[in-house]
């Protein structure tokens, strides 16, 4: 049999591509899925319909490649690198966040040799792709096949309700749609769920591109970890995380490199997704300086590839997690938070005392933020680095193309989910315009 698209991988951008390229009746497609299938909603198991609980991206759950990674050299530990594997791909497992990166992201990828992916250039496919349920302009999508919300103000939990106060307090502006190009502050994240519910190694080489596993892009977080006073609720089944924080660093030119929020249940890290800890503050730096790299370790397609994130490498970085950490720790002493909390798990006292003990601290607890991406950079050929070219294509190979959130040539200031799927969206387009 032969195809006119072979896609592989289901995943955010994979399914999006095959679903339509499928919408042509005259073009074959064949989609290559290493994980199960579940074509309706009653045949879908529990941890995937179920998204707040992060049971489906513990280690060994049934659709997690459950990869493993190195965070930083002081970790003794491995990092858990969830992935998920089951048509749907991360995207079926992950936290439902559906953020677009800002519009400087995007001409950032346009200004290094890639102008097809100018901020211009992706809003009808951000726009194509979705249906916004709560804003109608000329920013959001209104007839696309994924819903997008935001979690009502009225069904705000306790923590977030205090968060917000507490960052109004502080001075960050109020933001409603934090879709929208020029947003910064604290607001309500939009969500994609729906309406509450639910050569080393002896391979021949085709073709050299010595950029294929460099650049390995996150968005690296550090948990401060908080003990609540008795009486506060905490509800594991409840939405955890539905504000957000976006601000830009001191002494920053990148708006918004940096996030906060807060999770209104936590759970001891990397243990049971429902044994109570407290809350937890995630500072999350969305536009690191420090970049890993991924290394094939066999020639296995089963022997997952060595994954070195380098977290917090560079000074920088760990000025920034360094603020922001005190941020949050400044944060709590606000009156918002007078009947929540009762004292910090961690950091501990003696990790605050300088910032080389604040930095040991972060080395050590630092997690990754799930948004791995770069490891296929696009740019022109003349950029040794680059893999694919704009149109995603690779360079030197004919009728191939990589298109998923490796492709990105930096990682966004925002979850990678809805840019990835944009992705999906542009490259189909070009595959069917020939
Ligand atoms: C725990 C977790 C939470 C996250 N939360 C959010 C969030 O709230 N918001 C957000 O925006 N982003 C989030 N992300 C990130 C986001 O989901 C990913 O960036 C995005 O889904 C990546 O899409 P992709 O198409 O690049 O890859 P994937 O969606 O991972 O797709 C790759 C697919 O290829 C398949 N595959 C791999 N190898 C083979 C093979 N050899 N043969 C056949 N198939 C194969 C895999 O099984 C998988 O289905 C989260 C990620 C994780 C892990």
């Not at 280690?59 to 997690?64: E, F, Q, R, V």
């Not at 003794?76 to 559906?98: H, Y």
């Not at 968005?219 to 006073?229: C, D, E, G, S, Y």
Request: hydrophobic content about 35%; aromatic content about 8%; charged content about 25%.
């Amino acid at each position: 049999m032969k195809y006119d698209v072979i896609v592989i991988g289901a995943g955010s951008a994979g399914g999006t591509m095959a679903t339509r390229l499928s919408e042509d009746p005259n073009r074959s497609v064949l989609l290559l899925e290493a994980g199960p299938d579940y074509p309706d909603l009653e045949q879908l198991p529990d941890d995937l319909k179920f998204g707040y609980a992060p049971t489906a991206s513990e280690m060994g759950a049934p659709h997690n490649w459950s990869f493993v990674g190195t965070g930083t050299p002081r970790q003794a530990e491995p990092v858990a690198v969830p992935r998920g594997r089951v048509v749907g791909g991360t995207s079926a497992i992950n936290g439902q966040v559906f953020l677009r990166g800002v519009p400087e992201d995007y001409d950032r990828w346009a200004s290094w040799g890639n102008d097809e992916w100018s901020y211009i250039n992706v809003l009808p496919f951000f726009r194509k792709l979705e249906t916004d349920t709560d804003i109608r302009d000329d920013f959001h999508g209104f007839d696309g096949p994924i819903p997008v919300r935001r979690h009502k103000r009225e069904a705000w939990l306790p923590l977030q309700e205090a968060f917000h106060e507490a960052c109004l307090d502080g001075g960050y502006a109020e933001v409603y749609d934090h879709n929208h190009p020029d947003s910064t502050g604290v607001g309500p994240f939009p969500m994609n769920n729906p309406n509450e519910q639910l050569g080393r190694l002896g391979i021949r080489v085709v073709k050299d591109a010595p950029g294929v596993g460099k650049n390995l892009r996150d968005h690296p977080l550090v948990p401060v970890r908080v003990r609540v006073k008795d009486d506060f609720p905490l509800d594991p089944a409840a939405p955890r995380i539905q504000t957000v924080l976006r601000y830009t660093a001191n002494g920053s030119d990148a708006r918004n490199d940096m996030q906060i929020f807060p999770s209104s249940f936590s759970t001891p890290l990397g243990g049971d997704p429902f044994a109570e800890e407290g809350i937890r503050m995630t500072c999350m730096m969305e536009l690191a300086q420090s970049a890993g790299e991924l290394t094939l370790q066999s020639t296995d397609p089963d022997v997952q590839p060595h994954i070195d994130c380098r977290y917090l490498e560079a000074p920088w970085d760990r000025e920034r997690m360094r603020e922001s950490v005190r941020i949050v720790l400044k944060m709590l002493e606000h009156d918002a938070f007078k009947d929540i909390y009762d004292g910090l798990i961690s950091p501990a006292e003696a990790d605050l005392v300088s910032d080389d003990a604040l930095d040991d601290w972060m080395l050590r607890e630092v997690c990754i933020g799930q948004h791995l991406s770069g490891t296929c950079k696009m740019g022109p050929a003349s950029d040794p680095t680059a893999v694919v070219d704009q149109r995603c294509r690779v360079h030197g190979i004919e009728g191939l193309r990589v298109a998923d959130a490796s492709v990105m040539p930096d990682v966004i200031r925002a979850n990678t989910n809805c840019t990835t799927i944009m992705i999906g969206e542009r490259v189909a387009n070009w595959i069917a315009e020939g």
